[in-house]
C-alpha cells in the first residue's frame, strides 16, 4: 500500500519532525542527531530510487533495510533506524499529514545485547589515582571521580554548571533523556575532586556557567572528555581501552553487585524501563559464576 501525504518537500518532513522532538519531546542533540543521520539516510535513499518520502510503500522501506543489511549494517543499528523512522511516521499519521504508516508490519533483526566492559573496583582505583596538580590534571580527576561516582551519561556530564553541584548537601542535580531532573549522591572522592577542581577554576575567574571548561574558559565537548579519559587510560597504565559510559556501566554493575537492588539501580540510571537496566543482572551473574568458579571446591 503507498502513503500519500500532503507537505510540500521532504525538508519540511524532516525540520518539523525534528522541531517536534527538541521542544515537544525535549530530546537531547545527541539524540536529534541520530534522529538527523536516519532520516538524512533513509531521504537519500528514496532520492536515488524516485521515490517521494510522502508517498512511500512498505516494500520500499523492506527494500531499504535489505540494502542496509547487505552493506553490513549491524542488527543494532537496523532497529535504531527502524525506530526513528516509526517514529518519524507516526508522526505525520498523528498530525494528520498521511492517512496510514508504512512501518506498519516492518520487521528488524533481533537486538543483539552485548554485555558492557566494565572496570574492576581495583581499575576505578587506579585510574582516579592521578597525582598531578596541574589545572587540566584536577579537572580530569573530578570529571572522572564524577561520572563513576554518580553513573552519569557523557551528555549529562557535559551539561553540568556550577550550580548543578551542592557541595553542602553532597548530590549533583543533571539532566538526563527527555529533559528529565534527577538528584544523585555524590561520593566523598568525588566531592573532595570537585572542591579542589572549582577552587582552581574559580583562582582562574572563569565566566562560563560551565562546571568543566577547557584552557580557553569555554564548556568541554564529548571529544575532549572522551579524549582525556583515553590520555588517562593510558598514562594510568590500564591495559584496556574504554569509553566515558564505561564509568557508568562499572558504577552499575557495582552497585548492583553490592546491593541486588534492581530498582534502585534503575532510578539512580534514569531508565524509564527496568528492561534496559536488567543488562547488569546478567553481568551480576557472571561476577557470581566467576567467583563460584574460583572459590567453589566442587567447581
Not at 86 to 110: A, C, D, E, V
Not at 144 to 163: F, G, H, P
Not at 199 to 224: H, I, M, P, Q
Request: hydrophobic share 35%; glycine share 4%; proline share 2%.
Amino acid at each position: 500500500m503507498t502513503v500519500r501525504g500532503t507537505l510540500s518537500s521532504e525538508k519540511t518532513y524532516i525540520s518539523e519532525f525534528v522541531k517536534y522532538l527538541q521542544y515537544e519531546k525535549q530530546y537531547t542533540q545527541d539524540t536529534l542527531i541520530n534522529y538527523k543521520i536516519d532520516l538524512k539516510q533513509f531521504s537519500q535513499y528514496l532520492k536515488n530510487n524516485n521515490f517521494n518520502i510522502d508517498v512511500v510503500s512498505k516494500n520500499n522501506i523492506e527494500q531499504f533495510f535489505m540494502n542496509l543489511h547487505k552493506l553490513g549494517i549491524s542488527a543494532n543499528s537496523l532497529a535504531r533506524k527502524a525506530s526513528t523512522l516509526r517514529s518519524f511516521y507516526s508522526y505525520l499519521l498523528k498530525t494528520s499529514q498521511i492517512s496510514i504508516t508504512p512501518m506498519s508490519g516492518i520487521k528488524t533483526p533481533k537486538l543483539t545485547k552485548k554485555l558492557p566492559h566494565i572496570l574492576s573496583i581495583s581499575d576505578i582505583d587506579t585510574l582516579c589515582n592521578i597525582s598531578e596538580t596541574t589545572m587540566v590534571a584536577l579537572r580530569d580527576k573530578a570529571i572522572i571521580e564524577v561520572m563513576y561516582s554518580s553513573a552519569l551519561r557523557l551528555s549529562e556530564l557535559t551539561q553540568l554548571n556550577i550550580d548543578s553541584i551542592d557541595m553542602l548537601s553532597k548530590y549533583v542535580k543533571v539532566i538526563g533523556k527527555g529533559r528529565k531532573e534527577r538528584i544523585l549522591p555524590l561520593g566523598e572522592q568525588a566531592l573532595l575532586a570537585l572542591k579542589i577542581w572549582i577552587a582552581k577554576r574559580t583562582e582562574s575567574r572563569v565566566s562560563c556557567d560551565a562546571l568543566f571548561v577547557n584552557k580557553y574558559g569555554d564548556r568541554l565537548s564529548n571529544r575532549s572528555i572522551q579524549n582525556r579519559i583515553n590520555f588517562w587510560v593510558k598514562k594510568q597504565g590500564l591495559n584496556c581501552k574504554i569509553s566515558p559510559h564505561t564509568l557508568r556501566h562499572s558504577c552499575a554493575t557495582h552497585l548492583l553487585e553490592a546491593s541486588g537492588d534492581l530498582r534502585a539501580v534503575q532510578e539512580f540510571l534514569g531508565h524509564e524501563d527496568i528492561s534496559t537496566t536488567q543488562i547488569y543482572t546478567n553481568m551480576d551473574f557472571e561476577h557470581l559464576n566467576k567467583v563460584y568458579k574460583n572459590s567453589h571446591p566442587r567447581a
